[in-house]
Nanobody
Framework: QVQLVESGGGLVQAGGSLRLSCAASGRTFSNYAMGWFRQTQGKEREFVAA????????YYADSIQGRFTISRDNAKNTMYLQMNSLKPEDTAVYYC????????????????WGQGTQVTVSS
């Protein structure tokens, strides 16, 4: 079992920045590829970014490419999502996830999920 806890969400104006964190506990964090997803009410949970177990590989959704950066610190059992140039359409609950695939964009490829953190971007 892996327990994931997100933090760092909040209210920010358009054009601002936030840094989300995902703290992991339980099994060895570095064994897992990690990802960020987001969801708004009434919509499917959508892929945002993913990172390999080592941090050497990353992948981003087109909608956030160039604005968001995913990273991880295996020594701290923590993954991050640096979000810059935020837009109102980035408003969502953001979830971190852990999975066994080398790198994955589908939510069904992830086994463990956090509870989510709300990000609200005002115009």
């Amino acid at each position: 079992q892996v327990q994931l806890v997100e933090s760092g969400g909040g209210l920010v104006q358009a054009g601002g920045s936030l840094r989300l964190s995902c703290a992991a506990s339980g099994r060895t964090f570095s064994n897992y590829a990690m990802g960020w997803f987001r969801q708004t009410q009434g919509k499917e949970r959508e892929f945002v970014a993913a990172i390999t177990w080592s941090g050497g590989g990353t992948y981003y959704a087109d909608s956030i490419q160039g604005r968001f950066t995913i990273s991880r610190d295996n020594a701290k059992n923590t993954m991050y999502l640096q979000m810059n140039s935020l837009k109102p359409e980035d408003t969502a609950v953001y979830y971190c996830a852990a999975g066994w695939s080398a790198i994955a964009t589908g939510k069904n490829e992830y086994t463990y999920w956090g509870q989510g953190t709300q990000v609200t971007v005002s115009s």
